[in-house]
């Protein structure tokens, strides 16, 4: 009886479409994701977008589906500012225009309401209480102005 080793045998490359089907069923992500991805793996863009195709005719790749979804996971976390939601939609491949349409109208309630977690985290209310750092602290983590001063008024 002959036995085979690793290195007699041959492994058969899989096709974009079963990759793209492999990676969807690990995470979530979007079609310019899923795209990149598939390139990086030296699959041919023909085929890419033919699987890409097949994907999204099954429903199993919606963009806006997928970007909605994610934009209320994160928005019901509330641990990011909306901007901080935005640009982390945007680096997974999602269309800036649709992500904004998503944003509610009560968005400054819900940043009031995350910048002060925020500042409850982070610093002690009091005398020592440093205004100009708490201001840079806040916005570097994508709070505008107006939040940051309202967040500052209520915390102190």
């Known amino acids: 009886m002959r036995r085979t080793t690793s290195a007699t045998r041959t492994k058969t490359k899989k096709s974009a479409l079963e990759k793209a089907t492999d990676l969807l069923a690990h995470q979530e992500q979007s079609s310019a994701v899923l795209r990149r991805k598939l390139l990086a793996r030296k699959y041919d863009a023909a085929e890419i977008d033919e699987a890409l195709a ?13 970007c909605q979804r994610q ?3 994160f928005y019901s976390e ?9 640009i982390k939609l945007i680096q997974r491949g999602f269309d800036k ?9 009560d968005s400054d309630e819900y940043e009031r309401r995350v910048a002060g977690k925020w500042l409850e985290k982070k610093f002690a209310r009091g005398e020592n209480f440093d205004r100009a750092k708490a201001w ?11 939040i940051i001063s309202s967040a500052i008024e209520d915390f102190q």
């Open 136 to 146: 840079q602290f806040l916005a570097t983590r994508g709070f505008n102005s107006e």
């Open 97 to 105: 225009d649709f992500i904004e349409q998503l944003i509610p109208d």
């Open 78 to 86: 509330g641990r990011l500012s909306v901007r901080q939601i935005v």
């Open 71 to 73: 934009f209320e996971s």
């Open 54 to 66: 097949k994907l999204k005719k099954y429903n199993y790749l919606d963009d806006a589906e997928t």
